[in-house]
């Protein structure tokens, strides 16, 4: 059964850091492209970061350089490490694998998490 379990999420003031975790199905893991994709209340959802097959990381334009993308291939588990967060990165955070197009501008995927809120208060 393919699994994708998400933690890491919260509230937390602006400048303030977390680390979102999505531990996958060993069966999922790294054979697809990989990454987080975020919805915020009434607007549409949007691809945040990327890793490929071959390890290469790619960002939206609104997070380089404060987010980072990694994995721990002995646990099957991708981060987010979000730094200086920001209000508007306030959301729902999505870990998505086998992601349709293996850009920052893919919206959809073939396994998705549940979903982890993060919160980000000015």
């Known amino acids: 059964q393919v699994q994708l379990v998400e933690s890491g999420g919260g509230s937390v003031q602006a400048g303030g850091s977390l680390r979102l975790s999505c531990a996958a199905s060993?069966?999922?893991?790294?054979?697809?492209?990989m990454g987080w994709l975020r919805q915020a209340s009434g607007k549409e959802r949007e691809g945040v970061a990327i890793v490929d097959l071959y390890g290469t990381t790619s960002y939206a334009d609104s997070v380089k350089g404060r987010f980072t993308i990694s994995t721990d291939n002995a646990k099957n588990t991708l981060y987010l490490e979000m730094n200086s967060l920001k209000p508007e990165d306030t959301a729902m955070y999505y870990c998505?694998?086998?992601?349709?197009?293996?850009?920052?501008?893919?919206?959809?995927?073939?396994?998705r998490g549940q979903g982890t809120q993060v919160t980000v208060s000015s």
């Open positions: 998505a694998i086998g992601l349709f197009e293996c850009t920052t501008q893919a919206r959809a995927s073939r396994y």
């Open positions: 060993a069966y999922i893991y790294k054979r697809y492209c």
